[in-house]
């Protein structure tokens, strides 16, 4: 081994590109978007003060311990988490991931609204960092509940100090509804803005841990605690016996997905507790576009004193609501007595003034892209909370909601696009709906809403290279294929971690921070495949490296320690 090669091994502890201590190397991770509605200006890391700032090991260490908080253990010493230098993500042209600890990811609202019980602050910014993994305590104390101290801590300065034990808790999660998302379209969501003034608006918060993926963080706020205690990381997970399956799937990923969310969810949810606690006289329901926000309930029935908790699953290109009846229930009247979306279809196809079957100008293809799946998700809530009588009695219900279109429509779109403007001007119509209702159902007095987001958006306007995960890991192959006879090295990918095959690279001496310091120095023009062309606006930037940080698992203690991160 060269002595190049061992120093550049050596420095890959956390194998980073560039000095933090530069702060040049830190300002092309802070992308802009159009004018006017930029991140540029807002999304500088907020909150953590001068520990964000501050490089550490190569990351900010804000940014680090994001990075650890969501590194579980059970995942293998030999697999990398990657750091793409933002606004750079894995994906392809138009559908960018959302995975990392940069601010324009991390930032989204939350949002306390209650009459009865909830202070009327309008924009509330607090001394210390504040993460929806708050949420759980928060809602905690409203219920007068002793919820175990785990990694977060109630936001006691937004319940009044005379409230009212609210008899329901509403809590919605928009899927890719962060604050740059909802700063690109500021007309678009005038009932969520008034919530921000009637009620308090928390401001920085964020989703607190990385990848900032959709089972990860909804677990956060369910559990009060981040992905290195709660075991959900991302949509895919490796198990302790080395096997890799979605978060919430047993065996292979590639099997139909069962619903089960002991498979990696390894502590209890808020909702759980509550109920248990309850002698399960407690209602609790989720209606979720897909089993990715299961964490926000927990096992249901698989838990021993659990009860078959109300969960309605929509999952992308089904035509009606679902459940996996082993651990939850579902009433037949959700699929048989509520109306579907073929009305909100025909609306929205009006919305560009024509009726052509379309949505401007696209034909229908998933209705969980598009502005009539948010009305549709909201006559199921209404639908369950009417007819299982949620918040009425003494006994504080909880309702988990998630509100998917932003997100699908992100993935497909963008969120640049108008088609994002369209579905979030949905959502917020959906929302002020379910407010009227609880006001008439509930009482005006008895619920509180909590409204926040699972992560932000990368915006395509901001420059950023669509990583070639396929290419990237053909190229780890190749670099590596004299030692290996050809064995492959990676097994898979995820937007923030590549699985690789242990095995394989003990058979054959090859250490994770070869990979690591390999992929360290990989470059755009590294990442185009042979024979593609070359886009024009990146034409001039081949030789920028891709990744911020490469790090392996087993050097993820290493780099807490570097960055000085105590208690994660």
């Known amino acids: 081994m060269s002595l190049l090669v061992a120093a550049v091994m050596t420095l890959s502890l956390v194998a980073c590109t560039e000095s933090s201590t530069d702060t040049n ?9 159009s004018p006017g509605q930029g991140v540029e200006g ?3 890391p907020r909150g953590g003060g001068a520990r964000d ?3 550490s090991c190569g990351l900010p260490q804000g940014w680090a311990e994001k990075v650890y908080r969501g590194w579980d253990g059970r995942s ?21 991931s959302h995975s990392g600890p940069y601010p324009f990811l991390q930032r989204v609202p939350l949002i306390f609204y209650g009459r009865g019980a909830i202070a009327h602050r309008g924009d509330v910014r607090l001394a210390r960092d504040v993460t929806i993994a708050d949420i759980a305590p928060t809602t905690a104390e409203l219920l007068d509940f002793d919820f175990p101290q785990r990694s977060s801590q109630s936001l006691s300065g937004v319940i009044k100090p005379d409230a009212v034990t609210p008899r329901l808790v509403v809590t919605i999660v928009i899927d890719g509804g962060g604050w740059n998302v909802f700063e690109h379209w500021p007309d678009a969501w005038p009932n969520i803005a008034r919530l921000t003034r009637e009620g308090s608006n928390v401001l920085d918060a964020t989703v607190g841990s990385s990848p ?4 990860a963080t909804h677990t956060n706020l369910s559990t009060g605690a981040f992905p290195r205690r709660h075991g959900v990381t991302a949509i895919k997970v490796r198990h302790r016996d080395g096997s890799i399956s979605s978060a919430f799937t047993e065996g292979d990923i590639r099997r139909p997905q069962v619903m089960d969310a002991s498979v990696s969810l390894r502590m209890t949810t808020l909702a759980e507790l509550w109920d248990r606690a309850e002698g399960n006289a407690a209602k609790v329901a989720a209606v979720i576009p897909g089993t990715y926000n299961l964490g926000m309930v927990g096992w249901g029935a698989r838990r021993a004193g659990g009860d078959k908790d109300i969960v309605a699953v929509l999952d992308k290109g089904a035509s009606e609501w679902g459940t996996n009846h082993a651990f939850y229930s579902l009433p037949a009247y ?16 009006a919305w560009d003034g024509e009726r052509d079957g379309k949505w401007r100008r696209h034909d229908f293809g998933s209705i969980q892209e598009t502005p009539a799946f948010a009305y549709w998700t909201g006559r199921v809530v209404d639908g369950l909370i009417e007819r299982e009588r949620f918040g009425q009695d003494d006994v504080t219900d909880l309702m988990y909601v998630n509100l998917k279109s932003p997100d699908s429509a992100g993935h497909v779109y963008n969120m640049i696009a108008p088609e994002q403007r369209d579905v979030l001007r949905s959502v917020d119509d959906a929302i002020g709906r379910l407010l009227r209702s609880l006001d008439e159902r509930v009482g005006r007095e008895e619920y509180v809403v909590i409204v926040t987001a ?9 420059g950023g290279w669509a990583i070639n995960q396929a290419e990237a890991v053909d190229d780890v192959h190749r670099e590596f294929e004299s030692r290996t006879g050809g064995a492959r090295i990676i097994s898979t990918t995820s937007a923030a971690l590549y699985f690789t095959n242990a095995e394989v690279m003990r058979d054959n001496s090859i250490r994770p921070e070869e990979v690591a310091a390999f992929l360290s120095s990989y470059t755009i023009g590294d990442n185009i495949p042979e024979g593609s062309e070359v886009p024009d606006e990146f034409s001039d930037r081949l030789s920028e490296r891709i990744f911020r940080a490469v790090i392996p698992g087993r050097r993820m203690a290493s780099m807490a320690r570097c960055a000085g991160i105590e208690k994660p």
Do not use: C
């Open 25 to 33: 190397a830190v300002s092309p991770d802070v992308p802009a978007t």
């Open 53 to 55: 700032r501050k490089g």
């Open 212 to 215: 900032s993926i959709t089972p």
């Open 42 to 44: 807002r999304d500088r």
């Open 76 to 96: 293998g010493d030999y697999d990398l988490v990657v750091v793409p230098h933002s606004p750079n993500f894995a994906g392809s042209g138009l559908n960018a």
């Open 334 to 349: 959700v699929n048989s007595d509520i109306d579907g979306p073929e009305d909100d279809l025909e609306m929205v196809d």
């Open 454 to 462: 699972d992560h932000g958006q990368t915006p395509l306007d901001a």
